[in-house]
């Protein structure tokens, strides 16, 4: 038992090259080093494997393991991209890349598109984007009315479908958001434009408020 525990944790504890990582990115090497130590400061907050859990890292996000939240699993399953159930390290650092402040605006709206595609169709349905606003909502402990989210979810479903068939597409979702940048204000997180070795505890807040969503 000891000798398997052993080596799931050499496995865990093996991290992609940072020149790698520097070079697939927006970060120098050293700001990938200094991710490295954060990964780890969340990898170990709980199960102690070199690997980040959902639980840690809605510890991270929410400084709470039991918060319930449908904006921290999204990103969670996007940060996850091998869907092995943890974020490893060059996942992380993969992933972290889209909120640098520096990265292409297009990206983003990507990112974002599939952030709101909940089921993978390829496209975003009303349901869809009413679960998505109340969860950002909840994250941003925000209380609205059911009246007050169902005209903010109309409106937007609205403007957004151009073509009225009901869904929202990817190219209806980049116009969409690029007349309205408050939508990705959540995908840009400044302070990683400044990492150093002391690097703040993560904490990724989407800061909406109910006219920007």
């Not at 504890?13 to 070079?23: G, M, P, Q, V, W």
């Not at 890292?57 to 159930?85: E, H, M, P, T």
């Amino acid at each position: 038992m000891g000798c398997v525990s052993s080596k799931q944790f050499k496995r865990a504890a093996e991290y992609e090259d940072s020149s790698i990582l520097a070079k697939e990115t927006i970060f120098s090497v050293n700001e990938v080093d200094a991710l490295r130590e954060l990964y780890k400061k969340i990898s170990y907050s709980i199960f102690k494997d070199g690997l980040i859990h959902k639980e840690e890292f809605q510890l991270a996000l929410f400084r709470n393991s039991n918060k319930k939240n449908l904006f921290a699993d999204r990103i969670f399953d996007l940060f996850d991209l091998k869907r092995n159930g943890v974020i490893e390290f060059g996942e992380f650092v993969r992933s972290l890349n889209i909120f640098h402040p520096d990265t292409p605006m297009a990206e983003k709206i990507a990112f974002a598109f599939r952030l709101y595609d909940l089921r993978g169709t390829g496209f975003i349905e009303q349901e869809e984007l009413k679960e998505m606003v109340l969860a950002i909502l909840n994250e941003s402990e925000l209380i609205l009315s059911d009246d007050a989210v169902e005209q903010i979810v109309d409106q937007t479903f609205k403007q957004a479908d151009t073509n009225n068939d009901g869904k929202i597409d990817f190219e209806e979702w980049k116009d969409f958001a690029s007349k309205n940048p408050g939508l990705l204000k959540n995908m840009t997180l400044p302070y990683l434009k400044d990492i150093t070795m002391a690097f703040p505890s993560f904490v990724l807040n989407s800061g909406a408020t109910d006219e920007e969503l």
